[in-house]
């Protein structure tokens, strides 16, 4: 009987007693095999397709091709770890790094499911990045705020008015203590708000917002478009004495931001990073990549805040998952959690901040801030436009609400003060409900 060759070396990228080197990125997936596949023989199938193989042997290859396979050296249930040399991977190329790691291997029959959970990108690779311009304290002292959460709302509807409309709800949103305006993910330039009108009207009332209140107030107005658009867009913004543009990340891609975040830092203006289509590859629990990776990824690059969930609000995210996220955006050094998150130690990449938003109001207030702290930016936005007396008292309500969780005092208890009238009537209508 005739020798029986070898087809596959798949078992090849499997080597339970490994020991990654310092400088390799690891990365956690959950997965969950195809029937009939053991999880040893697709975790090979994840290593060899993320790296050096493919799915016959070859004819010939270099002796150095064996230094550059991953190997998955670590099954512990439905998660699995892959180690990948450094030399893989292109400094300062997030666009190839996520071609690698999250590339095809979504698509293989040898398995059901597969979840990029978290990697570790060793120090080496992360200073190849340039990371966020300014860093939270960066920001912090641009907008002359010290300790309190950062503020923010959008117009509601969020698409529909014009810029007029939009310029003037703004207004009221300043004239009651907050912050920012922000558009939302769908608003760039419409027949209805054209992006140069919307910019030039929210400009004039910025300036008489802060000359009534001698407070800084700006703005997260969606530059979003095709690349040398969205740089005529910034550079209309930075003319008109703005310090912040907002982009939709995921839908921009990697190279995009990238190359935005060196044209926005050049101009003085940090990105607000807006995390629309995350949801379509990151809510299955079981496949496609988590937000806190995506978080991961977009500090690398240099976004100086991102949404990240609310974990009481409308959108899907579990508290401890809103807490990974901050994490990522803000620590230095992150330490490991579970199958949730892996180690990161930024080696001095700046931070930044989670944003915290959709579906609050005031009665939140104090749940947002006990998961998240001060060090976010809060975004209420159909949480004030719907108070009883409007989109100004709905700021104040909020503000209220916020000093009074600083203040260790129940909102309950802070509302009886005739001050914070607008707090009170904030909670007649909405008490503490979480809208789903």
């Not at 289509?277 to 995506?294: S, V, W």
């Amino acid at each position: 009987m005739a020798e029986e060759k070898k087809i596959d070396w798949y078992d090849e990228f499997v080597n339970l007693n490994y020991k990654p080197a310092k400088d390799e990125i690891v990365c956690l997936f959950y997965f969950e095999p195809a029937d009939g596949m053991s999880p040893k023989e697709a975790a090979g199938r994840i290593a060899s397709e993320s790296s050096t193989g493919t799915w016959t042997t070859l004819f010939t290859m270099p002796p150095r091709m064996k230094k550059l396979q991953a190997t998955s050296f670590e099954i512990d249930g439905n998660f699995l770890k892959v180690a990948y040399p450094y030399e893989l991977w292109e400094p300062g190329n997030a666009c190839q790094l996520m071609s690698g790691i999250a590339g095809n291997i979504f698509g293989m029959k040898a398995v059901k499911n597969l979840r990029l959970v978290d990697a570790t990108l060793p120090p080496k690779y992360v200073k190849s990045f340039k990371g966020p311009k300014f860093g939270n304290d960066g920001i912090r002292k641009m907008m002359g705020i010290k300790k309190r959460p950062l503020t923010g709302a959008v117009p509601k509807p969020k698409i529909g008015f014009s810029a007029k409309e939009h310029a003037e709800i703004g207004y009221e949103t300043w004239m009651g203590g907050f912050d920012f305006v922000k558009d939302d993910e769908n608003l760039t330039s419409t027949p209805f708000n054209n992006f140069d009108e919307r910019v030039k009207l929210m400009s004039k009332l910025r300036d008489k917002a802060e000359k009534e209140t001698g407070e800084t107030k700006s703005a997260f107005i969606n530059i979003t478009a095709e690349t040398e658009l969205m740089k005529k867009r910034a550079k209309m913004l930075a003319d008109n004495g703005w310090n912040y543009c907002m982009i939709d990340v995921v839908v921009t891609g990697f190279a995009g931001v990238q190359t935005m975040r060196d044209y926005c830092s050049d101009l003085g203006l940090a990105i607000h990073a807006h995390r629309a289509m995350h949801a379509a590859f990151g809510r299955n629990p079981k496949h496609g990549i988590t937000m806190q990776f995506l978080a991961k990824m977009e500090r690398m690059i240099g976004v100086s805040q991102i949404h990240s969930g609310t974990a009481v609000g409308k959108l899907e995210g579990k508290v401890e998952e809103v807490k990974a996220i901050a994490d990522v955006l803000r620590e230095q050094k992150v330490k490991a959690n579970g199958q949730i998150l892996l180690e990161q130690d930024w080696a001095g990449l700046k931070n930044c901040f989670p944003v915290s938003s959709g579906g609050l109001h005031p009665g939140l207030v104090p749940d947002v801030m006990n998961i998240y702290g001060n060090e976010m930016v809060l975004l209420v936005s159909g949480g004030i436009h719907g108070h009883p007396r409007g989109t100004r008292a709905g700021a104040k309500a909020t503000m209220q609400a916020i000093e009074a969780a600083m203040q260790g005092e129940t909102l309950f208890d802070w509302a009886e003060n005739p001050k914070n009238i607008e707090l009170a009537e904030a909670l007649k209508k909405w008490n503490v409900m979480r809208p789903v």
